[in-house]
């Protein structure tokens, strides 16, 4: 299996007055794979998912993107790597949900027509076109978390970072949203899940990692 990104003994603390966040990480994430990370609230969750998409820096240790530095490879590795957050309004600064999930494609200059068919197929996916014209702010706590992940699948990242994605869900809506991440593995993507939903044990995936108290252990 090709592995596509790497942690490899990182530490990090968000300054040198508090206790580390993260003890000595070590990660591989392979291509088609689909991983969990299952831990409380304060247990290092968040920090890891932004410490491997890039948007932290270590204290120490490293982050590899297929091989080299992630930290090298930026801003170009933004492309390859979606990130979904734990609070989904953290993403949101456009005005509708069709504007949201089209304002990645459009930074690539991509043709309006293009990014309109692009935003249909993965919003009927998600269930969510109904809501194309209506406000971010104004939706459901689980509309929010399908919207901002469709800002993110809507690129087709290799690799997505994602932070209580079945946050808010439904049973039936998280059924969902797993059925597409384990389509998405099954064609070569990489996915992390960073959650403390007790139940993801339910679903078949490749791996199931805990994280206390910042150091990670097989489940």
Not at 189 to 206: G, M, Q
Request: charged share 30%.
């Amino acid at each position: 299996m090709v592995t596509k990104l790497q942690l490899r003994n990182v530490w990090f603390r968000y300054s040198r007055e508090e206790d580390y966040v993260l003890r000595g990480v070590e990660l591989d994430l392979g291509e088609s794979e689909l991983t969990v990370v299952k831990g409380p609230n304060g247990s290092g969750k968040t920090t890891l998912i932004l410490v491997a998409a890039g948007l932290l820096r270590p204290e120490s240790g490293e982050v590899l993107l297929e091989g080299k530095s992630i930290y090298e490879q930026l801003p170009l590795a933004r492309r390859k790597i979606g990130v979904s957050f734990q609070d989904p309004e953290d993403q949101f600064f456009n005005a509708t949900v069709y504007d949201e999930v089209a304002f990645a494609l459009r930074q690539l200059k991509i043709s309006e027509e293009v990014v309109r068919a692009r935003v249909t197929e993965i919003a009927r996916r998600l269930g969510i076109e109904h809501l194309l014209s209506k406000l971010p702010y104004r939706l459901s706590g689980g509309e929010k978390v399908k919207v901002a992940l469709a800002s993110i699948l809507v690129y087709e990242p290799e690799i997505l970072l994602l932070d209580e994605p079945t946050a808010y869900l439904t049973p039936e809506n998280k059924d969902e949203v797993i059925r597409i991440l384990k389509e998405l593995k099954e064609c070569g993507r990489s996915v992390l899940i960073a959650t403390n939903d007790s139940d993801i044990a339910k679903y078949p995936v490749d791996r199931v990692l805990k994280i206390v108290n910042g150091k990670l252990f097989a489940d």
